[in-house]
């Protein structure tokens, strides 16, 4: 990222990115933990999404001219995404984790019902037996 010598960022937009790069890494793996596989981030990937592409120039904002030498298919068909357009992919993305949040809940709630009902037939033909 373009930071000072200091360690703070060079401009707002630097920092914006630094951040919304974070955040999709940060959506990206507690996706990827809450599933079997190992987590697989692509950091490099996901910085290429959220600063997108200069059509004109086909440069990537931190890569200039080497874009295509890391994602050649990615450089011709990408656009820049504004701040905006990353804050609102933010939260569209927080949101259906929150869903699935929400659906894993009632689905174990569900579970723990259906064996509390499973023990207590278990007890009912113990007694019956």
């Known amino acids: 990222m373009h930071k ?13 990115i630094n951040e919304a ?13 809450e599933s079997t596989e190992a ?3 692509d950091v490099a ?9 200069e059509p004109k120039k086909r440069q990537v904002y931190g890569l200039g001219t080497h874009a295509s030498t890391f ?11 504004s701040s905006q357009e990353i804050q609102q992919q933010n939260e569209e ?3 259906q984790i929150e869903d699935m949040k929400k659906r ?16 207590q037939m278990e007890q009912i033909m113990c007694k019956l037996a």
């Open 21 to 33: 790069v974070e955040n999709m890494v940060a959506i990206v793996s507690q996706l990827t933990n």
């Open 4 to 16: 000072k010598k200091d360690g703070s960022f060079v401009d707002k937009r630097s920092n914006d």
């Open 39 to 41: 987590p697989k981030i």
């Open 45 to 53: 990937h996901i910085y290429l999404q959220v600063v997108g592409v």
């Open 104 to 119: 894993e809940e009632e689905r174990l709630k569900r579970e723990d019902e259906m064996q509390q009902k499973i023990l």
């Open 71 to 81: 994602y050649p298919d990615s450089v011709s068909s990408s656009s820049s995404a």
């Open 93 to 95: 993305l927080q949101k």
